[in-house]
C-alpha cells in the first residue's frame, strides 16, 4: 500500500496513547525548519520508525511535516509489523521427488 494511502487511510490518532512515526521521503531539498522538526524527532533516515507519546505538541509537529511522514497507531504498526514478518518467514524447502525407474528401451 502506498504511504500516503496508509496515511489517509488510518484510525483517528486522538484515541491512541502512542504514535509510530515512519519518515518516507527524504530531507533534502526541503525547507530548514522542516529538517529541523524532523531532527527533533529523532527521523534522521527514510524508513525509520520511531514511537512518540501521543501530544499536542508533537501533533503540532506531525502536522508541519505531515508529506514526509506516515503516522501510525500502535494497532495499525503491530497488524503491519506482523505481516512483514509473515511475509518474511522461512518457508519449508521444496522437495522433488525423482523417481530412479530408467525407461525400459535403452540399453
Known sequence: ????????????IAWSSNLYIT????????RKVHRRTLELLSLRKCNRTVMRSN???????LQQVKR???IETEE???????????H????????IGH????????S
Open 88 to 95: 518474511r518467514a522461512l518457508r519449508s524447502p521444496l522437495v
Open 23 to 30: 519518515l518516507v521521503r527524504g530531507k533534502p531539498g526541503t
Open 76 to 86: 495499525m504498526y503491530n497488524a503491519r509489523k506482523k505481516n512483514e514478518a509473515k
Open 68 to 70: 514526509l511522514v506516515v
Open 55 to 61: 501530544t499536542p505538541t508533537i501533533r503540532g509537529m
Open 99 to 106: 523417481s530412479s525407474t530408467s525407461p525400459s528401451g535403452s
Open 1 to 12: 500500500m502506498n504511504a500516503f494511502k496508509a496515511f489517509k487511510a488510518q484510525a483517528p
